[in-house]
């Protein structure tokens, strides 16, 4: 099984705190292919920044192993580790530049002893400027720039070294939205232009379906759920999965508004979620031709999640009641859409 650049195994986790035990981590098996974005999504305190953290051996597991291509992470010593460190870097929410060095001297931390002469620090750091797009920021100090262009800065900072992993704790949190999109642009040029391995762990589900690849979803400690995203975000087992779902869904009706739709009788309230945007469509004018129904469109939502549609509708069935409840099942007998009645007329 354990094919991937970086592997977890049964690895667990626990801190000793004044209150006891805190176990944090439970049984994670991970394997996170090369080249891929994979995310890792949980709420706060599910455990995220300290998986994260195992993997550039910043948390040791208290018992399994964390691998990277064929080192144990968690069995290295301090001289090998700082020598990984190289190899896989990390981003935060809180960007964590310092405040009192330049932009260049920022950037160009992680290579400070490596012998390299001024001039080969000065273009390597110019390069990367100009990589993230900010070629004009050399001489800068970090409290000159917004919360977008530092990260952008820690980004570059990230990549001096050459890395071949990306971790990203978080690293679009503190940005507002349309920021956000910028530097998950730039995560995928990353990715696609160098093939960095990048790991992003995050509560936003946006984050998820903009640019990952594959997902574990993350419940206290433990996976619940894990694999390509267009699987798990079309065909979701778990409950939590299904909430971050929502979260970006406008298929998620409120009561209120099922509320102010008045239903008469015969009609019915019906959510339809599908996976493949090219049968709904046909879908709909069958029902009608077929049962002699209407079916008014209320909501529709559709994403493209990996290059595939994604999405549904909510529609309001109408006409005779024998009708509707024939065309209800016709509906239900699809293999690919997933019918739900939300209101129904008394
Ligand atoms: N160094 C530590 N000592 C004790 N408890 C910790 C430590 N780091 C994290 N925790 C606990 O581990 C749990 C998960 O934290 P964390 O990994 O930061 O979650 P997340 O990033 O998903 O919000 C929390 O209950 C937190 O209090
Ligand atoms: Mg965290």
Redesign the pocket.
């Given at each position: 099984m354990a094919t991937g650049v970086i592997n977890f195994k049964k690895v667990n986790k626990s801190?000793d705190?004044d209150e006891g035990v805190?176990h944090?981590l439970k049984d994670i098996d991970l394997s996170i292919p090369k080249g891929k974005i994979f995310g890792v999504i949980?709420?706060?305190?599910?455990?995220?920044?300290?998986?994260i953290r195992c993997i550039n051996g910043l948390e040791k597991p208290t018992d399994g192993t964390v691998t990277f291509n064929d080192q144990i992470v968690n069995q290295l010593d301090h001289k090998s580790l700082l020598n990984l460190r190289g190899k896989i870097s990390m981003i935060f929410q809180q960007f964590n530049l310092m405040p009192g060095r330049t932009i260049a001297e920022n950037i160009s931390l992680p290579i400070k002893y490596q012998g390299f002469s001024k001039e080969e620090v000065s273009s390597k750091v110019r390069k990367l400027l100009d990589l993230v797009g900010l070629p004009d920021k050399y001489s800068a100090y970090p409290s000159s720039l917004s919360g977008g262009q530092k990260q952008r800065i820690a980004i570059a900072r990230a990549l001096i070294n050459d890395p071949e992993v990306l971790l990203c704790d978080e690293a679009t949190s503190a940005l507002d939205p349309e920021t956000t999109d910028s530097i998950l642009t730039l995560l995928k040029q990353l990715n696609k232009d160098y093939g960095i391995t990048i790991i992003i762990?995050t509560h936003e589900m946006h984050v998820i379906e903009s640019i990952c690849d594959d997902i574990a979803v993350?419940d206290k400690g433990s996976i619940v759920e894990q694999g390509n995203v267009y699987a798990v975000f079309s065909d979701p087992k778990e409950e939590l999965t299904k909430k971050f779902i929502n979260t970006t869904s406008n298929l998620k009706i409120s009561q209120e508004l099922v509320d102010t739709i008045n239903l008469r009788p015969g009609q019915k309230l019906i959510r339809l979620s599908y996976r493949d945007g090219e049968t709904v469509t046909p879908l709909i004018s069958d029902i009608s031709r077929q049962f002699n129904v209407n079916a008014n469109i209320i909501i529709g939502d559709i994403k493209l999640i990996q290059k595939q549609l994604l999405g549904g509708l909510i529609i309001v069935l109408d006409g005779d009641k024998a009708a509707v409840d024939s065309a209800e099942q016709y509906l239900q007998q699809q293999k690919d859409v997933e019918v739900e009645v939300i209101n129904h007329a008394r």
């Open positions: 801190f705190t805190n944090v949980g709420y706060s305190g599910a455990g995220k920044s300290t998986l762990v993350l």
